[in-house]
């Protein structure tokens, strides 16, 4: 799943090339780094792309022993319910055996034993329920406030429960709640089912999306697949999966994940991932004097000098300037709702 904005990482990621296509974490893009990862378990024919028509040529670039075949191309964003039923169409047409398993492009996942440890058991469960929608969760660290949560109900096994229900992302204290009761685990957004039950699935509970999947399915694999995918695909409603189906379900499990795992969505979970609590984390041509606990992000060939700083993110590129509380950087996405309503910093976006 490649086709976000990344609004939360302004006023690097932008609209024109947003994070998972930037060098944030290494020396290698979100983008980059996910793909790796993947190649320890999958051949690049296996691996599917779910992006939009303004990054297509980016991600060619970056990855291109992924076969053309395999792209599915949104000519507009219409959330996560259409963009999974378009993608599990395409991968059903390549193989009509087929399960699969949802990646994002900009999660960072440190130890890849573990990550396909958590997959094995993922596929176990699907093998022995074959008509699952399986979830992986990661144990919560923290109360946050910008991650979907999971209620778990019964075992199924180890490691594996019933899921009880979605919940969305949450104020603090509710966040607070949940990590206390240890019943909740963070929602990766990682979702394992077979290709033809998931479009099953889509024709009871999601018919309108169904329907219009259905008037593109004759042209897949042919020469007319992207102008059929253009004609329909935009009158899909936008529609989250968790409330658009998955929440209907009756056999949805959840895997806890074995491995750590941060959703590269703020500066302040760059500088959790990359530094210590207490230490700066500094990028370029920067200078600080009694600053703690701070990002200094500067992708210009000018001085940033600061001083007397706690626990802020400063990010400087060439056209704009983020200062911000490290604690704040989710409300970076608010601050592009004002950037939005004002017709002359639009070219800022």
């Known amino acids: 799943m490649a086709g976000g904005q990344g609004t939360r990482l302004w006023p690097v990621s932008r609209k024109a090339k947003p994070k998972q296509l930037l060098k944030l974490i290494e020396n290698k893009t979100l983008l980059e780094a996910t793909y790796h990862r993947l190649l320890h378990g999958f051949a690049p024919k296996e691996i599917f792309i779910a992006t939009t028509a303004d990054y297509e040529r980016h991600i060619k670039k970056q990855l291109p022993e992924i076969p053309k075949t395999n792209y599915s191309i949104e000519p507009v964003l219409k959330d996560r319910g259409p963009a999974l039923g378009l993608a599990a169409l395409l ?41 699952s929608f399986i979830t992986i969760g990661v144990k919560p660290a923290h109360a946050h406030t910008g991650l979907g949560y999971i209620k778990l109900a019964g075992q199924l096994g180890h490691k594996a429960f019933k899921v009880s229900a979605f919940k969305e992302k949450p104020d603090l204290k509710t966040a607070e709640k949940f990590v206390k009761s240890k019943k909740y685990l963070w929602n990766t957004g990682y979702f394992i089912c077979r290709t033809e039950h998931l479009l099953e699935l889509y024709a009871e509970h999601l018919p309108e999306i169904y329907a219009l999947l259905m008037k593109i399915k004759p042209f897949i694999g042919s020469k007319k697949q992207q102008w059929a995918i253009d004609k329909y695909y935009p009158a899909m409603p936008k529609q989250d999966i968790e409330k658009g189906l998955i929440e209907k379900l009756n056999q949805v499990a959840v895997i806890e994940a074995s491995f750590d795992w941060a959703d590269i969505g703020s500066w302040q979970i760059i500088k959790d991932v990359l530094s210590e609590k207490n230490d700066n984390l500094i990028k370029g041509l920067a200078l600080h004097h009694k600053a703690e606990g701070s990002l200094i992000y500067n992708f210009e060939n000018k001085l940033v000098a600061v001083t007397g700083l706690k626990d802020i993110i400063v990010v400087n590129t060439k056209d ?7 604690n704040q950087s989710e409300a970076v996405k608010e601050l592009i709702e004002k950037i939005k309503s004002e017709p002359n910093l639009k070219k800022y976006l």
């Open 91 to 131: 991968m059903h047409h390549a193989n009509r055996q087929s399960a699969f398993v949802t990646s994002w492009s900009d999660h960072y996942i440190k130890d890849q034993a573990a990550y396909f440890k958590t997959l094995d058991l993922a596929e176990q469960v699907l093998k022995t329920h074959p008509n």
């Open 320 to 326: 704009a300037l983020l200062i911000a509380p490290k």
